[in-house]
């Protein structure tokens, strides 16, 4: 085969073999006497290995044969675990991580890869016996010898599929998240020969039903049927293939102006009052609604993409702090746009390297206060109508309020008689440009980034932030995002002469302000009146529209002069002049072919 026809196909699989890597890794160094992570790290670095062999990078390839003749010593019980074994093993993992971006770069042959073998090589040598002689092996744990229990399952590769051998073993890794993985036929060490065919079978001890077993080894590109127990095969719905990313955003873009030309149309025609005309619009406006839908499914992606990452994060972290910490991750199958996703991972690492530095405490403060020494964080994603909301949580010793008051009153950020500060307050201070209450700067903390980077964020995004905190009871951070930064349904509402739209995710409900006024009812409670333009609150007199904004459950009553109905908008980029109010979110192209500004409502309440 020419190699070079793979190189992207490579770089993917290999990437997420490393991740599955360090996942087991993680396992293994919580219970060295665990087989499973053993044998799934195993499979990875046996697959990675035969990859880079195929694509002739033979550097990439020692490193990986060396790796896995260390975890061959482990398996075969002439070498025991020890936590020196699993350092060397992130060791191992990360520079064969560094060694894939070198040579799909074309520099294999420069890659130095002696001393970190050398070290694989002495970890690979049994023990000295009192006598002299070598500790004798003892047979090899295999999955496929472990107990049995569990269901059957078989799966089938599409044929012709690229390094199958590497797609089969993702399978087999996902699996192995799922339950105990045994009696795998044909056995994986051949499946990197070209006498695999793509069609495998293992059985599964899982406590999740039949169904999401099938659909969560389905998800991977390349799989056409999963069998699950006795029954007929179950198909994998449709062929997958793969798509360059580039083609995803011109077709979302594209759609949006489809979008933008179809509300134009439906505009127009309403004034002809031809019979005909309504019904062909009527036709052309819901098929542009299902191209857009289906446009904008093939660009989301579950967040576990991004969640991954994490645990491995907070453990090097952690160790390097001298802590004991464990990350958990929910609702990774929650989906989001692929264009929020790829930009996710840093706003999430700031708000999980912060949970790790200043809100876990180290494991004899934990146990002076009454805790377990091992904090944990917790990642979890969950829909609330449309939108996805993130949430960082840990079980630390909260903000430090006083400290936050007194460094906010060094800046002059707050008066010098302020004694309290709310979490709405908290999270303001907190996310001032440069703020830090570290009096020394390390390679963790001191720098001054972080949540302000993280609200900045969000809210180019058009979603909002949250903060609670609690003395000793931990901190919890809020992030609300819309599905999708492409086309949002709005609210479309008139004030002074002006058109704005305001993300309908943002919109509790609709109601009627009494003007002149300062606060509003709102399901039996006052929130405060926001007004875009100053001065309009006098010049009306008795009631007036207003509509009721909900940011992550702090609300307000957005007065407006008239309600003009709602409408799918896409909303683009604008270079705003000096003096653009904070609260102006972007632009959008209206129906009858106007502008009008799009309402960030996070910046408003």
Same mark, same amino acid.
């Given at each position: 085969?020419?190699?070079?026809?793979?190189?992207?196909?490579?770089?993917?699989?290999?990437?997420?073999?490393?991740?599955?890597?360090?996942? *087991?890794?993680?396992?293994?160094?919580?219970?060295?006497? =665990?087989?499973?992570? #053993?044998?799934?790290?195993?499979?990875?670095?046996?697959?990675?290995?035969?990859?880079?062999?195929?694509? @002739?990078?033979?550097?990439?390839?020692?490193?990986?044969? /060396?790796?896995?003749?260390?975890?061959?010593?482990? !398996?075969?019980?002439?070498?025991?675990?020890?936590?020196?074994?699993?350092?060397?093993?992130?060791?191992?993992?990360?520079?064969?991580?560094?060694?894939?971006?070198?040579?799909?770069?074309?520099?294999?042959?420069?890659?130095?890869?002696?001393?970190?073998?050398?070290?694989?090589?002495?970890?690979?040598?049994?023990?000295?016996?009192?006598?002299?002689?070598? /500790? =004798?092996?003892?047979?090899?744990?295999?999955?496929?010898?472990?107990?049995?229990?569990?269901?059957?399952?078989?799966?089938?590769?599409?044929?012709?599929?690229?390094? =199958?051998?590497?797609? /089969?073993? #993702?399978?087999? %890794?996902?699996?192995?998240?799922?339950?105990?993985?045994?009696?795998?036929?044909?056995?994986?060490?051949?499946?990197?020969?070209?006498?695999?065919?793509?069609?495998?079978?293992?059985?599964?001890?899982?406590?999740?039903?039949?169904?999401?077993?099938?659909?969560?080894?389905?998800?991977?590109?390349?799989?056409?049927?999963?069998?699950?127990?006795?029954?007929?095969?179950?198909?994998?719905?449709?062929?997958?293939?793969?798509?360059?990313?580039?083609?995803?955003?011109?077709?979302?873009? +594209?759609?949006?102006?489809?979008?933008?030309?179809?509300?134009?149309?439906?505009?127009?025609?309403?004034?002809?009052?031809?019979?005909?005309?309504?019904?062909?619009?009527?036709?052309?406006?819901?098929?542009?609604?299902?191209?857009?839908?289906?446009?904008?499914?093939?660009?989301?992606?579950?967040?576990?993409?991004?969640?991954?990452?994490?645990?491995?994060?907070?453990?090097?972290?952690?160790?390097?702090?001298?802590?004991?910490?464990?990350?958990?991750?929910?609702?990774?199958?929650?989906?989001?746009?692929?264009?929020?996703?790829?930009?996710?991972?840093?706003?999430?690492?700031? +708000?999980?390297?912060?949970?790790?530095? *200043? @809100?876990?405490?180290?494991?004899?403060?934990?146990?002076?206060?009454?805790?377990?020494?091992?904090?944990?964080?917790?990642?979890?994603?969950?829909?609330?109508?449309?939108?996805?909301?993130?949430?960082?949580?840990?079980?630390?010793?909260?903000?430090?309020?006083?400290?936050? &008051?007194?460094?906010?009153?060094?800046?002059?950020?707050?008066?010098?008689?302020?004694?309290?500060?709310?979490?709405?307050?908290? &999270?303001?201070?907190?996310?001032?440009?440069?703020?830090?209450?570290?009096?020394?700067?390390?390679?963790?903390?001191?720098? %001054?980034?972080?949540?302000?980077?993280?609200? *900045?964020?969000?809210?180019?995004?058009?979603?909002?932030?949250?903060?609670?905190?609690?003395? @000793? /009871?931990?901190?919890?951070?809020?992030?609300?995002?819309? #599905?999708?930064?492409?086309?949002?349904?709005? &609210?479309?509402?008139?004030?002074?002469?002006?058109?704005?739209?305001?993300?309908?995710?943002?919109?509790?409900?609709?109601?009627?302000?009494?003007?002149?006024?300062?606060?509003?009812?709102?399901? %039996?409670?006052?929130?405060?009146?926001?007004?875009?333009?100053?001065?309009?609150?006098?010049?009306?007199?008795?009631?007036?529209? %207003?509509?009721?904004?909900?940011?992550?459950?702090?609300?307000?009553?957005?007065?407006?002069?008239? #309600?003009?109905?709602?409408?799918?908008?896409?909303?683009?980029?604008?270079?705003?002049? !000096?003096?653009?109010?904070?609260?102006?979110?972007?632009?959008?192209?209206?129906?009858?072919?106007?502008?009008?500004?799009?309402?960030?409502?996070?910046? &408003?309440?």
């Amino acid at each position: 085969m020419d190699p070079s026809k793979y190189t992207a196909l490579f770089v993917s699989e290999s990437r997420e073999h490393i991740q599955q890597c360090n996942t *087991h890794l993680l396992a293994w160094e919580r219970d060295p006497a =665990a087989t499973e992570p #053993l044998q799934g790290l195993f499979r990875s670095v046996h697959t990675l290995k035969g990859m880079a062999a195929a694509m @002739g990078f033979a550097r990439l390839a020692e490193l990986a044969h /060396a790796f896995e003749h260390v975890l061959t010593a482990v !398996r075969e019980s002439a070498v025991a675990p020890s936590a020196e074994l699993v350092a060397l093993g992130f060791d191992a993992v990360d520079r064969l991580e560094h060694g894939v971006a070198r040579a799909v770069a074309g520099e294999d042959a420069a890659l130095d890869v002696e001393p970190l073998r050398t070290r694989l090589t002495e970890a690979s040598r049994p023990p000295a016996t009192p006598r002299g002689r070598r /500790a =004798a092996r003892r047979p090899a744990p295999d999955a496929r010898s472990a107990p049995s229990g569990g269901v059957a399952v078989r799966v089938r590769l599409r044929p012709g599929t690229p390094l =199958a051998g590497a797609r /089969a073993t #993702l399978v087999l %890794g996902r699996a192995e998240l799922l339950g105990q993985v045994s009696e795998v036929v044909p056995p994986a060490a051949s499946w990197m020969t070209d006498a695999f065919d793509g069609a495998f079978a293992f059985r599964l001890a899982a406590s999740v039903p039949p169904e999401e077993i099938r659909r969560r080894l389905s998800t991977l590109g390349d799989v056409v049927e999963v069998v699950v127990g006795g029954g007929a095969p179950m198909p994998v719905a449709g062929r997958q293939v793969r798509v360059e990313q580039g083609r995803l955003d011109t077709l979302v873009v +594209l759609s949006g102006e489809l979008v933008i030309a179809r509300n134009r149309l439906a505009a127009v025609i309403e004034r002809r009052r031809d019979p005909e005309l309504d019904a062909a619009c009527e036709r052309t406006v819901r098929l542009v609604g299902e191209v857009q839908e289906q446009v904008l499914r093939t660009r989301m992606a579950p967040v576990g993409e991004v969640f991954e990452r994490f645990p491995r994060a907070v453990r090097d972290l952690a160790h390097q702090l001298g802590k004991q910490v464990r990350l958990e991750v929910e609702g990774g199958d929650i989906e989001l746009d692929r264009a929020i996703l790829d930009e996710l991972a840093d706003p999430l690492l700031h +708000l999980v390297r912060n949970a790790v530095d *200043h @809100g876990i405490e180290g494991p004899e403060e934990r146990e002076a206060a009454g805790k377990p020494p091992e904090g944990r964080i917790r990642l979890t994603a969950s829909r609330e109508r449309n939108a996805v909301v993130l949430d960082v949580t840990d079980d630390g010793r909260g903000v430090d309020r006083p400290a936050v &008051l007194d460094r906010a009153r060094e800046q002059g950020w707050m008066a010098a008689d302020a004694d309290a500060l709310p979490d709405e307050q908290l &999270l303001t201070v907190l996310a001032r440009p440069g703020f830090s209450t570290a009096r020394a700067v390390t390679g963790v903390s001191g720098r %001054g980034v972080g949540i302000d980077a993280v609200v *900045h964020w969000v809210r180019s995004m058009g979603g909002a932030t949250a903060l609670s905190s609690g003395p @000793g /009871a931990g901190t919890t951070v809020s992030l609300r995002l819309p #599905l999708t930064v492409t086309i949002v349904p709005a &609210l479309l509402v008139g004030v002074a002469g002006q058109r704005y739209a305001i993300p309908l995710g943002f919109v509790a409900e609709t109601t009627q302000i009494r003007a002149p006024g300062t606060k509003a009812g709102f399901r %039996g409670m006052e929130v405060p009146v926001i007004e875009l333009v100053a001065g309009t609150r006098s010049a009306t007199d008795g009631w007036r529209p %207003g509509v009721i904004l909900d940011v992550a459950g702090r609300h307000g009553a957005l007065a407006v002069d008239t #309600l003009l109905g709602q409408e799918d908008i896409v909303v683009g980029p604008l270079m705003a002049p !000096r003096g653009t109010p904070r609260w102006v979110n972007g632009a959008t192209i209206l129906a009858d072919g106007r502008a009008a500004l799009v309402v960030d409502p996070a910046a &408003l309440v």
